[in-house]
């Protein structure tokens, strides 16, 4: 399967891309919204970082107790429960006087909602397309992410505006009720992938058996580390630049949508391997340029180049498939995601710490040299030739 027509004939995948599609602009509204919410309140760039990368940090503790639900539960109830529970803590956090420990309280909760949800997703997205299409659907989907995130921070920066954070935060919840109907009224049913009920103990046995690979541990390393850190850098956006966050965050966004239609629409399948590593160095260099404190139409070009770097996640991702075997994939791939996810919510902490201590610029700088300093030490494990799947 190599062209876009192909894909969007096999059945599942039109509604499967709609509901991500709605689900990815609600999360980019809602993150932007809750971020300004919570700096004009505080006036912290630490908090507002974690409002925006909050969740992540509930990732892990997903990941480590409820990832097995990705593969004993239903696909389709599964994703549109998981997308209710999101539309209902997001209109939650719009409720006025909601105290800002609460707010980060239904923030962590939805971050174990979104830990489940990642599994069940990409998890469905392998039972609905043969071997040979997933890298193109996860492209897809991935440029999807990157087109809702263009749209979602554009709308909600004019929503901020127009209606304030609050308003933005309840259309945020709504769309997340749309892609809940949409997985509800459209993806067959299907059975789940593995028997048995999810629990811990077989979140942890999952776990230990896609962790017991060292190429397996190279590549979740490598989608995990030096792409977590410059979403670190993203964090700080907008106490960079409050006025302008919305604008950058969308060419962002932008840049991230070339990385993945190029890497996975263009690229030939020997050169995936090859391109890994020089997309990793793309994604942190560019940000060298905050050192400089630089004007905001440079930040903007370095932003934007630098996000054609998150190609490289789409390179491991397949690079991942190819060493797991089918019947866990979706707590692979839902491993994946809690552990991107939490360590940008890590990296959201680190960078809006040294920015209280020094500036937004500065911590940006800070954080993309230790991403370089990262993809040079993982280098070598992601040359090896991929072994068969154990």
Do not use: K
Not at 68 to 96: C, E, H, K, N, Y
Not at 316 to 327: F, G, K, N, Y
Not at 337 to 357: C, D, K, P, Y
Request: proline share 7%.
């Amino acid at each position: 399967m190599r062209t876009y027509r192909e894909l969007f004939r096999s059945p599942g995948f039109t509604p499967l891309f709609a509901a991500s599609s709605a689900q990815s602009a609600a999360l980019a509204v809602g993150g932007l919204a809750l971020s300004v919410l919570v700096y004009d309140t505080t006036g912290s760039p630490l908090l507002a970082a974690l409002g925006m990368f909050g969740p992540a940090f509930a990732h892990v503790v997903g990941a480590l107790a409820l990832l097995s639900a990705a593969d004993r539960l239903p696909p389709r109830a599964a994703m549109a429960w998981t997308l209710t529970a999101s539309g209902l803590g997001t209109g939650v956090l719009a409720v006025p006087g909601t105290p800002t420990w609460a707010m980060f309280a239904v923030v962590l909760g939805l971050g174990l909602v979104g830990a489940v949800l990642s599994g069940v997703r990409y998890g469905l997205l392998s039972q609905i397309l043969p071997q040979d299409g997933y890298l193109i659907g996860r492209s897809v989907l991935n440029a999807s992410n990157g087109i809702a995130q263009i749209a979602g921070f554009a709308l909600g920066g004019a929503l901020v505006a127009a209606l304030s954070a609050r308003g933005a935060l309840l259309v945020a919840a709504g769309t997340y009720l749309l892609a809940a109907s949409i997985a509800r009224a459209r993806l067959a049913d299907r059975p789940p992938r593995a028997q048995g009920r999810p629990s811990p103990a077989e979140t942890w046995r999952g776990n230990a058996l896609l962790w017991s690979s060292r190429p397996r541990r190279y590549a979740y390393l490598a989608m995990w580390l030096p792409n977590g850190l410059i979403v670190g850098c993203e964090a700080v956006l907008v106490p960079f630049s409050p006025e302008h966050a919305g604008w950058l965050l969308a060419l962002t966004a932008v840049g991230m949508l070339a990385g993945d239609v190029l890497t996975g629409r263009f690229v030939p399948r020997a050169w995936r391997a090859r391109l890994a590593v020089p997309l990793l160095m793309l994604l942190a260099v560019p940000y060298l340029v905050f050192a400089l404190d630089p004007a905001v139409a440079v930040a903007g070009v370095a932003v934007l180049v630098a996000s054609i770097g998150y190609g490289s996640t789409l390179l491991i991702q397949d690079r991942l498939m190819a060493l797991t075997p089918d019947e866990i994939h979706g707590q692979a791939l839902g491993l994946h995601s809690s552990g991107m996810m939490t360590m940008q919510g890590v990296s959201a902490a680190l960078a809006g710490t040294v920015a209280e201590f020094t500036s937004p610029a500065t911590a940006m700088a800070a954080l993309a040299t230790v991403s370089i300093a990262t993809t040079l030490v993982l280098a070598p494990g992601l040359r090896a030739p991929a072994p068969a799947a154990t």
